[in-house]
């Protein structure tokens, strides 16, 4: 049950920081946001017992990319916001694509059934470092050296 509000509160999360990076127009808050939104999936791969792509997951886009994305960010010193008027195609476009894009996502949340059942028939152990350490050291040693 516990599993269950933290998906909740991570999907939330998820969701709502990355909705919230792609609204605001601070360059600086857009970074940090997205940094929270990686740090929510890094949640959702600890609850699918994968904590070794929870880790690389933080490390690489949290800790490396994000950071450099920041720093960059803010030696632009992007003090004046100016955004150019878009027309009326561009707007009708990209409220098109926004349609395609939902009719997409029903299409997929359809099939979340078969999907679950493919999910739960997998090992509960299959992303934890132990079981990465012996299919690395036992059937793999040679390309892995």
């Known amino acids: 049950m516990l599993t269950e509000y933290a998906f909740w509160f991570l999907s939330f999360l998820a969701v709502f920081s990355a909705l919230y990076m792609i609204i605001t127009k601070n360059p600086v808050y857009s970074v940090l946001s997205l940094i929270l939104t990686f740090f929510s999936i890094a949640g959702h791969y600890f609850l699918?017992?994968?904590?070794?792509?929870?880790?690389?997951?933080?490390?690489?886009?949290?800790?490396?990319?994000?950071?450099?994305?920041?720093?960059?960010?803010?030696?632009?010193?992007?003090?004046?916001?100016?955004?150019?008027?878009?027309?009326?195609?561009?707007?009708?476009?990209?409220?098109?694509?926004?349609?395609?894009?939902?009719?997409?996502?029903?299409?997929?949340?359809?099939?979340?059934?078969e999907l679950t059942v493919i999910a739960q028939t997998t090992n509960g152990n299959a992303g934890t470092v132990e079981n990465l350490g012996k299919a690395l050291y036992r059937d793999f040693l040679l390309p892995f050296e």
Do not use: P, W
């Open 48 to 113: 699918m017992n994968a904590q070794f792509l929870a880790a690389v997951h933080i490390i690489v886009y949290a800790g490396a990319i994000m950071v450099l994305f920041l720093y960059v960010i803010m030696m632009l010193n992007l003090n004046k916001l100016e955004e150019e008027k878009k027309s009326i195609l561009i707007k009708s476009l990209s409220v098109v694509a926004a349609c395609i894009l939902g009719f997409v996502l029903l299409a997929v949340a359809r099939r979340t059934d």
